[in-house]
């Protein structure tokens, strides 16, 4: 879906970057409107919080209508919560998995065992999109802290790099 938005905002870099961050935040287009939730953003502050003109807001909300297939996806967008902020103060742990590739399978699935096989849940799991972000990351927020003898074993799993513990 990244080529088609990327194919139809070409022409238009700032519009680009607007459905880049719409994406990025689970921003959703409802008839003239930006959302986030049921709750409607003001198309000033949009264009202050992303650095472009009001008319970029207005001009992308009208590309995203005109285009059956954009309107399908960016109508029904969510925000998530994300948790790795608050881990700490919840008492869970936080992993930060920086990939080699973020677009090869299985990485989560192996960070994911390595974690179940020492008897600890994930609570949320959260991929950066690999066409999405520049420097994508992995984040696995888990019921209690993990143990410094996985660290190397989470860090010897298939597709990871580095791997930050907080």
């Known amino acids: 879906m990244w080529r088609t938005i990327v194919k139809h905002?070409?022409?238009?870099?700032?519009?680009k970057k607007l459905a880049q961050k719409l994406l990025e935040y689970g921003l959703k287009v409802k008839e003239n409107k930006i959302y986030c939730g049921e709750i409607e953003?003001?198309?000033?502050?949009l264009a202050r919080a992303f650095g472009v003109d009001r008319r970029i807001i207005m001009g992308t909300i009208e590309s995203i209508n005109g285009n059956e297939e954009l309107k399908k996806v960016f109508s029904n967008l969510n925000p998530t919560c994300h948790l790795k902020d608050v881990a700490s103060e919840m008492g869970w742990g936080v992993i930060e998995i920086?990939?080699?590739?973020a677009s090869m399978p299985g990485i989560i699935a192996g960070v994911a065992t390595i974690i179940a096989d020492s008897n600890i849940s994930i609570r949320q799991a959260i991929l950066d999109d690999f066409e999405l972000s520049e420097e994508p990351r992995l984040f696995i927020v888990t019921e209690k802290q993990i143990p410094g003898s996985l660290f190397p074993k989470i860090r010897k799993a298939t597709g990871v790099k580095a791997v930050l513990i907080y």
């Not at 920086?98 to 590739?101: C, G, L, R, S, V």
């Open 41 to 45: 953003l003001s198309d000033s502050k």
């Open 9 to 15: 905002f070409n022409k238009y870099p700032k519009r």
């Open 98 to 101: 920086i990939p080699t590739d």
